[in-house]
């Protein structure tokens, strides 16, 4: 059969530049490297979207971008974002019954569901100027691989799912709702001709539900973010930075503020930043374990000044989490790579034995805790203050964690399907 040395790959991608986030990242990651490794891409995208605006995040040049109108109400009634891209708060209180009942009834399979017309659309029309060889569409949001999935089956076309996080985690219901939301996952999964993941574990939970070709793909990082000397800490005080968005909800961050608590009582000066994102549970977390003079929520970060946070501080926090408190739910986070990269030591948290602990065991620069262990997590706090750190990683295994790898190795491997006929 014939193969395709050069596909042309059709990218739908929620979360694209401006957005920022780590999907807006992995987007972009394989909009620029993709073309280096022989694959060239049009990327469908939203104007604007749901999230916090990132405008240091270049794009790629050369790349067709094709951006569509959304009919979400949250981006249709969302007030103007402001200049340093970060979303505003109006609407973020809790839904009340009748916003709750629409979300039921309207936001099916979540709250973009408003795009995948306008996607669609334009995935279509683009492919009559350049008829692409295949359809990639990267989830979060469900609704990506929902307009990719009509937009393939209009066009005859295989349909490659990157699945970025459990599809379970995903969902705004349980019950009658959530069978449904899953019901349309189901059906657009099995008309995949491929799947690719961030996590084994995401990659073993699609396996029981199709045969179709698998691909793991961690989210890597891009060296030149971390060229030039790193900033210095503005003091000396033992900053521990986090990163990237929280999940309170998954993982009990209560063990951590008491350690940070004790280490503060006995005399170390702690500050725990988190800048991204963090949600209720971690906030109220902060409140019930009376740390909020030593535990700060920074907000949404634009990624160069997330890079400079880590490599600033005297330590970095990662948190694995997964749909379940076990070893086998947790994945990998996105922002693992980055983390190793900055320089700092690594206090690593989450369910032991999970797929975050074998990885870090691997590749060194880190120290694993089980979430609950706060005596241990106090100890390591300890340790990293006083100077007592693990090896840095060896910068050239983490060479193969780069985008641009990753890139390579997903042009390979689409290029495989293509020329198989799938």
Request: net charge positive; with cysteine.
């Amino acid at each position: 059969m014939k193969r395709y040395v050069r596909p042309h790959v059709l990218l739908f991608a929620y979360y694209f530049p401006p957005m920022g986030g780590m999907g807006s990242l992995r987007a972009r990651g394989f909009a620029r490297h993709l073309p280096e490794a022989g694959a060239s891409v049009t990327v469908i995208a939203p104007r604007t979207g749901t999230y916090g605006h990132d405008r240091s995040l270049d794009l790629p040049a050369g790349v067709e971008v094709v951006r569509t109108g959304t009919l979400e109400p949250g981006v249709l009634l969302r007030p103007a974002w402001r200049e340093d891209g970060a979303a505003p708060r109006a609407g973020e209180e809790r839904p009340g019954h009748l916003r709750r009942a629409l979300r039921f009834f309207l936001h099916v399979p979540d709250p973009n569901v408003g795009w995948v017309p306008g996607a669609a659309a334009a995935g279509i029309a683009a492919a009559a100027r350049r008829r692409p060889d295949i359809l990639l569409s990267s989830s979060p949001p469900l609704s990506a691989h929902l307009a990719g999935a009509i937009a393939a089956a209009r066009l005859r076309l295989p349909h490659v799912l990157d699945v970025r996080d459990f599809p379970r985690c995903q969902r705004m219901f349980g019950g009658v709702r959530g069978r449904l939301d899953a019901a349309l996952f189901d059906r657009v999964l099995r008309g995949a001709a491929g799947v690719v993941s961030t996590s084994g574990v995401i990659l073993a939970d699609l396996a029981t539900r199709t045969t179709a070709p698998r691909l793991l793909l961690l989210n890597g990082y891009d060296e030149e973010d971390f060229a030039g000397p790193a900033p210095q800490p503005p003091d000396g005080t033992f900053r521990v930075a986090h990163v990237g968005s929280t999940y309170g909800r998954h993982v009990d961050h209560r063990p951590l503020f008491a350690a940070a608590r004790r280490l503060h009582e006995a005399g170390t000066p702690i500050r725990l930043r988190f800048a991204g994102v963090a949600d209720d549970a971690v906030r109220e977390a902060i409140r019930a374990e009376g740390v909020a003079g030593i535990a700060e929520v920074v907000g949404f970060v634009p990624h160069a000044r997330a890079v400079a946070e880590l490599r600033a501080a005297r330590a970095v926090l990662l948190v694995f989490w997964g749909d379940r408190p076990a070893a086998d739910s947790a994945v990998i986070v996105g922002k693992t790579f980055e983390c190793l990269r900055a320089g700092p030591p690594v206090l690593a948290l989450g369910p032991a034995g999970c797929e975050g602990e074998r990885l870090l065991a691997r590749l060194g620069g880190a120290v694993f805790r089980n979430a609950a262990d706060e005596a241990g997590i106090a100890a390591t706090l300890a340790d990293f203050a006083a100077g007592r750190v693990p090896p840095r990683p060896d910068p050239d295994r983490l060479l193969e964690y780069t985008r641009r790898a990753g890139a390579a190795r997903l042009s390979e491997w689409l290029a495989g399907l293509v020329g198989s006929g799938r």
